[in-house]
């Protein structure tokens, strides 16, 4: 039986740690003239109100088209979602029908694209398009919705809001564009944002400014946040517990800490020592070798194993399950979890 979880009858909100959104064996392909290409094959994760789960992968590892699918913006065809279900506060939208979906999308579940410039209207005011959620979802009067975008504006702190509001979204800086996308995301107060690579397309110090007010948004809304993103070196200092993503499956789950400290697949560890480094000025940094596979011809067994330094045959012909792991003491550790055949010798070696 589904539960259906509601709402705190005070707040509006959900406590935190209240289950929001749950994937749960999640199949999604991709019919092509060349065969089938499986981007999505048995994805499980979960996000709570109040809590940040960093999804990470290259170009390819279904992170991406996972959370298309969960905000029902995926093209079907070429897409078909196979099996499994997304449970939005207990009800599965994958069976909900478009109206359903559609009220869920942008009031209870919004999201945040890379491409802030290409996401905008360029011949209308960011006041404007700001404004536009609340004259289509609440009614709003032209004047009312004019002093909800400023409020946003300032919300995400862009300077002189009541003097920009007029402006157009090419007179903004890149990072300034990102927080509008942001202001815009926020101004229905969803209970969950998905923010597909947030801030790949910005410097490295306006990246860490807006992925604070993102943090800082969040906690003060208590919302969930899924953060999709390339980049381990921006999800340390947010998120809760980071899913590992490889062609179409997760590959480790983990509290953040406790990946970063000690990974348990050697992917993982792979795309850490990638990660540059200050205490290692002037040596040459390290890159996984090789590609991700083509989703029309991934590797039989581990899908990792031709660049993986440390396969075996077994690799090579049996696909490692994601199981638990645990400690030396064989202690199972809490939220971890590796699909990896030396996940021992990687965890303890
Ligand atoms: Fe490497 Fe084998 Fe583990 Fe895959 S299962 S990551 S190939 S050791």
Not at 264 to 293: F, M, N, V, W
């Amino acid at each position: 039986m589904t539960t259906v979880i509601e709402n705190d009858q005070k707040s509006g909100r959900l406590e935190v740690g209240t289950p929001l959104l749950e994937v749960k064996d999640l199949h999604v392909e991709f019919h092509t003239r060349d065969g089938v290409a499986k981007a999505v094959n048995g994805v499980n994760y979960s996000v709570a109100a109040g809590e940040t789960l960093a999804v990470l992968g290259e170009s390819g590892s279904g992170k991406s088209v996972t959370a298309q699918t969960i905000m029902g913006i995926l093209d079907m065809p070429p897409g078909k979602v196979t099996q499994g279900e997304i449970l939005y506060r207990g009800q599965d939208m994958l069976k909900m029908g478009n109206e359903e979906r559609r009220k869920i999308r942008g009031q209870k579940i919004a999201m945040i694209f890379q491409d802030a410039l290409s996401s905008l209207n360029p011949v209308l005011s960011v006041g404007y398009q700001l404004g536009e959620m609340f004259r289509v979802h609440q009614g709003a009067s032209k004047k009312e919705a004019k002093e909800k975008a400023i409020e946003l504006m300032d919300r995400v702190r862009i300077p002189a809001a009541r003097q920009r509001v007029g402006d157009y979204p090419h007179q903004f800086s890149g990072g300034m564009r990102q927080r509008i996308m942001i202001a815009m995301a926020l101004s229905l107060e969803p209970d969950l944002i998905i923010a597909d690579e947030p801030t790949t397309a910005l410097d490295v110090t306006v990246q860490a400014q807006v992925m604070d007010l993102l943090a800082e948004l969040q906690a003060e809304y208590n919302m969930g946040l899924i953060l999709i993103t390339h980049d381990l070196g921006v999800v340390a200092d947010v998120a809760d517990k980071i899913a590992v993503m490889y062609a179409g499956r997760i590959v480790e789950t983990a509290p953040v800490h406790e990946l970063y400290a000690n990974p348990a697949h050697p992917y993982t560890k792979g795309l850490l020592r990638s990660i540059p480094r200050l205490d290692q000025k002037g040596q040459e940094l390290y890159a996984i070798k090789g590609l991700p596979p083509n989703l029309l011809k991934v590797p039989t067994g581990c899908a990792f194993n031709p660049r993986c330094d440390v396969a075996t045959d077994l690799c090579r012909t049996e696909t490692p399950e994601l199981h638990h792991v645990t400690d030396k003491d064989g202690k199972e550790l809490t939220g971890r979890r590796s699909a990896c055949h030396l996940w021992k010798e990687t965890l303890h070696g």
